[in-house]
Every structure is written in C-alpha cells, then in structure tokens.
C-alpha cells in the first residue's frame, strides 16, 4: 500500500524498470509529442503575429518603399507617427474616443449595476420575462433600430453631429453589460447580503458597500469590455458623427485617413498601429480581468 | 382556525415599500428599453408601411416598401445570399479554427502563456484597424501575403478585389481575430473530467477516440453556443466588409462620396449594409425598415434558439 502510494505521479502506468523498452517507448513518444504540439503552435503563433509585424514594418518605411514589393525597411522613419500624429483632426478623434468610450463606460456600468442587482436578488413577477427582454435586446443587430433612432435623435433633439446620441443610452442600462454582472452576482452567496440587510443596511447601501466591492473583478470585466466596445465602434459614429469631422471618433477617422491619404501605405499603417496600441496596452496591464470576461460570458451562462 | 390570513397595514406597506424599490433599482433599464428597444422597433414596423425620405412628411403605402424590397432592390438578395455564405463557412470555420487553438492551448507545456496572449491579441485590434490593415496585407500589388506567395511560387490571388476571394479574405480575418472563442473553448475544455480520459486510456482509446468520445460530448453545449452565437454575430457583420469594401476600392472615406456596396461585384454586401445603404444614402426609410425587420426576424429566431437550447441562461438563482 504505501510504495504504491510514493510512486511517482509522473509516470502513468508503474514501469517495472527505469530503462525498461515500455518506459523508453513511452518517454519518446512523449517527447515527440511535445515536438508536434510546440511546433504546431509556433505555425499559428506566426499566423497570429506576422501581420502585426508586417503592419509595424510598413508603418516605419519611406512612402515610395511602402509602394514597392519590400518586406525590411530600407530606412527607419520613425517621424510617419509624428505625421499622423499631427494631422489635423487626429487629436480631435483622439479626444472624441476618450469621450465616447469614458463616459459610456462610467454611465454604462453605473447605471447596469442596481438593474442587474435586482434580476439577481429581488423575487418580483416578470423576472423571467425582464432577463428574456435583456438578452434579446443584446442579440438585437443595433442596425434594426437605427432609422428611428437617428430619427428620433436627429429631427427631435436635433443632435446629429454630436457625441450625444452615442453616449446617452449608455446612462440607462447596457444590456450586455446588465447580463453580465447579473451572471457574476448570482455566484455571490446570499448569506452575505442577508448578513448586510440584518446589519440594517437598505439595499442600496448593500449593493454598494457589500457587493460593489465583491463584484470588483466582473466590474473591472464589464468596464474593459465596454471600453472597447465603443474604442471599436464603427457604425455608431458613422450614423451619427459622419456629418461633423470634429466628432469623428479614431474608428470612423481612420478610415477616413486611408481616404486622404489614397497611396500613402506607410502613413496608413502608422495610424493603424497608433489605433491599436492603446488597446494592446491596456490589455497587458488588465489581461487577468479581459479573460474572466470572456470565460464569464460563454461558460458560466 | 379557519380565518385567512388578512395582510395587515403594516404588510401591505412593506410590499408596497418593495415593489417600489424593485422599480428603482429597474428604472434605468425600464426607461433604456423603452426609449432605445420597444419604441424603435414599434417605429420600424410603423415606417416599414410609409413613404418617408426623411424631409416631406411620411405618407401610407401598404406593402409597397416589402414588395420593392423584396422584388426590386439589387441589394438585398445578394445580402441574404452572402449572408447563407458566412453562415456556412465562416461560422464554420471560426468553430473548428478556435476549437483547434483552443485544444492545442490546453496541451501546450512549455511557454503556454505568451502563446495564449498572442493568440488573442489580434481579437482585441479595432475591426476597422484589422481590416484596413488586412487590406494592405492582401493588396494584390505589392502585399506582403503576395510577396511570400510569389517568391515561393505560389498563386497570387487578388484577395479583396476578386469577388471569388472577397468573402475568404475575410474569413481569413475573422479567424485571425479568434481570441474570445479560443478562451471560452479553453475554459470548457479545462473542464472536461481528468477521470473520463484516464478511463479512457485504460480501454485503449487512441487521441482521436478520446476527443471524439470524451471531450466533444463534454464540450458540445459550448460548440453549439459558439455556433448560435457565431450565426447572430454573422447577421450584424457590417464594419469589416464595409470597411474592406471601401479600402480596397480606393473610395475616400467621409460623407457625400459615392460608394457602390459590396465592392467588387456586390460580394461583401450584408444585410445591415442595405439597411444603411437605404436608409441613409437612398433616403428611403420604408424600404430601409423593412429590411431592419428582416435582420430582426433573422437574428430573434437565433436567439430564440439559443435560449431555449442554454436553459442556464435563464434558470433563476438557488
């Protein structure tokens, strides 16, 4: 009983000898195994990274090597940044982002948080049906209800060319974002709220000294997601900024920069890695709440 | 013994005290689904039956809108048609692709870490950054992807500029951009019990028996998630043709310039781009309403699909 239990746990099946043919066999296939997997992976590690790399190289060659069939720079023109950088109007769509997606995030999970509370603590008739409505709403294509959206925001309010139309809904609940954090605030025991609520607590002083802080992660998840949602939107600031150069936000900009700029690749790409590098870095500085996001979405569901 | 139990005052003021708190803590949400869900859809229905440019004052048409849509329009068959295409081979794809990474992800020993953040970083890249930048990879002229294809004696295909290539090219990004499959995948195939593949080694199962009969059954409810949600995904995809179609037409982005949709041969146009096509460039907000509510009906019944598949979606807590 007990050498069975000091075998070692590395080796599957007991080997009746350290050189034993079965333990040698079964040491090379591992070995070779290791060899296929790691080399299959290093095959999609250069699918997954060399259009970044092609996209930097691009972005620091001269205008007339970008026109040429040359994968190396000849020359390192790091100042295609500092163009792009001071075109006019990219600092506009810069700060036009910052907005868009700060404040939307900020009103977004704000205003999700009590309603996502309630579908998973309060019991009131029509649960059930609110939670079906939050996940159609999510499902919906937003170009379903663009015409009389736009409408409604254009001719009523007359704020076509804003940033208003994008940011506002976001202050009365995200339907993605309500699914979300109802989905982490169902695995919060319920003992704690209860111990809260028997401390005296109403639910709205429970909700932001008890569970806030315990829902940092999943908040921390919505808040990312949501940034980067609107840092990607497209159609959004198409519908209702593309009217107003200076509410362009970097999305809708960028692409009118390749129009500008019809043969200037280099430049191109200069813009493209500037817009994605915000991104990729704050994705390295939050990678552990981006990845609970994504697992929260799909698994937990 | 018998009496029924009459609410007191004193109860009735606690239900009452709660149903109202319900309601606050709802109400962001109850104004949001008004204003921005119930309205809108009830005004697409409406405006599907008008005639309105947007400036004259609508006026009632009956069906003509629907049948203008559905008989007249160049757009929309070629949508739908494009649409069935992604359906069948880019979902497809992006399923067996992101399960294939996310299996290799799981067996990986050595340098699991970087390869996992490398892998989904693409995911996080702005579509519109991805797809001008795909564009350029792929120009026919003088991109990279060509470059290598010839100097190892290749094919040059013209990618985004032969409608034949246009919906490959973008499946080809669509995979790059796999990061949020391959971790949900990751996360379930974690999950699978270490005890069935033990067994299943003890009966002499080889690799591909022990995925075929261990880890599909185990992960099956996250592929068909993947699937439903992929179809959903595929009936919203508008920014990467859109944005693929432009660039590589060399039409110059911002207002008032004329774009012919689905650049080349109308092979990228999809549904929501005729939407945008009629709605804001035509200025025909029946007809563009009327294909919004196509793309409703196309993406509820999905989602219907989806719920009733995924009963955890809506079980209620405990």
Request: with cysteine; net charge positive; hydrophobic share 50%.
């Amino acid at each position: 009983m007990t050498t069975e239990l000091s075998l070692p746990r590395t080796a599957p099946t007991p080997a009746p000898g350290k050189n034993s043919s079965a333990a040698r066999t079964a040491r090379r296939r591992a070995a070779l195994e290791w060899i296929a997997l790691h080399s299959l992976a290093l095959a999609a590690a250069l699918f997954f990274l060399l259009p970044f790399v092609f996209v930097f190289l691009t972005a620091v060659m001269s205008g007339d090597q970008a026109l040429t069939r040359d994968l190396w720079p000849h020359t390192w023109e790091w100042g295609n940044f500092a163009d792009v950088w001071n075109t006019p109007g990219f600092l506009t769509w810069w700060r036009n982002t910052l907005l868009y997606a700060g404040g939307g995030t900020v009103l977004a999970v704000g205003s999700s948080l009590p309603v996502a509370y309630a579908l998973a603590r309060f019991r009131f008739r029509g649960r059930n049906v609110m939670m079906m409505l939050v996940i159609a709403a999510m499902m919906l294509p937003p170009q379903v209800i663009i015409v009389p959206m736009y409408l409604f925001w254009a001719k009523q309010l007359d704020l076509a060319g804003t940033l208003w139309p994008l940011i506002i809904p976001f202050a009365f609940g995200n339907a993605f974002t309500i699914f979300l954090l109802r989905q982490f605030l169902l695995t919060i025991p319920r003992e704690y709220t209860e111990a809260a609520r028997i401390d005296g607590c109403g639910e709205f002083r429970t909700l932001v000294k008890v569970v806030v802080p315990m829902a940092r992660p999943a908040i921390a998840a919505c808040a990312l997601f949501h940034f980067f949602y609107c840092w990607n939107d497209y159609f959004g600031p198409q519908i209702y900024a593309s009217e107003n150069p200076a509410a362009w936000t970097l999305s809708y900009g960028l692409e009118s920069f390749k129009g500008a700029h019809q043969t200037d690749w280099n430049l191109t790409m200069a813009a493209t890695v500037l817009v994605m590098a915000p991104v990729i870095i704050v994705f390295f500085f939050a990678q552990k709440a981006f990845v609970e996001g994504v697992t929260l979405t799909g698994v937990k569901g | 013994m018998t009496t029924v139990p009459v609410p007191s005052a004193a109860l009735r003021a606690r239900r009452r005290r709660s149903a109202l708190r319900t309601l606050g803590f709802l109400s962001p949400w109850l104004v949001g689904f008004s204003v921005f869900f119930a309205y809108p859809l009830i005004a697409t229905v409406y405006f599907s039956f008008m005639k309105y440019d947007g400036f004259t004052a609508p006026s009632w048409v009956g069906l003509k809108n629907w049948a203008y849509v559905f008989q007249d329009n160049p757009f929309f068959w070629p949508a739908l048609r494009n649409t069935l295409w992604l359906v069948l081979v880019m979902v497809t794809c992006r399923v067996v692709f992101g399960l294939g990474i996310g299996v290799l992800i799981t067996r990986i020993r050595t340098g699991a870490g970087f390869f996992r953040t490398l892998f989904y970083l693409p995911y996080l890249a702005p579509p519109v950054a991805a797809t001008v930048s795909f564009v350029f990879l792929l120009n026919p002229g003088t991109g990279p992807v060509n470059t290598i294809l010839a100097a190892i004696g290749l094919g040059e295909p013209d990618w985004f500029n032969d409608p034949g290539w246009s919906k490959p090219s973008l499946t080809l990004l669509a995979l790059w951009c796999i990061g949020d499959l391959m971790v949900i995948f990751m996360a379930s195939l974690l999950d699978v019990p270490k005890e069935q593949y033990e067994a299943a080694e003890l009966d002499g199962a080889s690799a591909w028996q022990r995925f075929r009969f261990v880890t599909l059954p185990n992960i099956s409810p996250i592929v068909l998630f993947a699937v439903i949600t992929g179809v959903i995904a595929t009936m919203q995809y508008y920014t990467e043709p859109l944005v693929a179609a432009k660039v590589a037409s060399g039409v110059i982005g911002g207002s008032g310039q004329h774009f012919e949709p689905g650049y080349p041969d109308k092979s990228t146009l999809t549904v929501p781009q005729v939407v945008y096509n009629l709605g804001f460039q035509r200025f025909d907000t029946g007809a563009a309403c009327v294909v919004a509510l196509v793309l409703f009906v196309l993406a509820m019944v999905f989602t219907v699909f989806l719920m009733r598949r995924r009963s955890g979606f809506m079980s209620p807590e405990d």
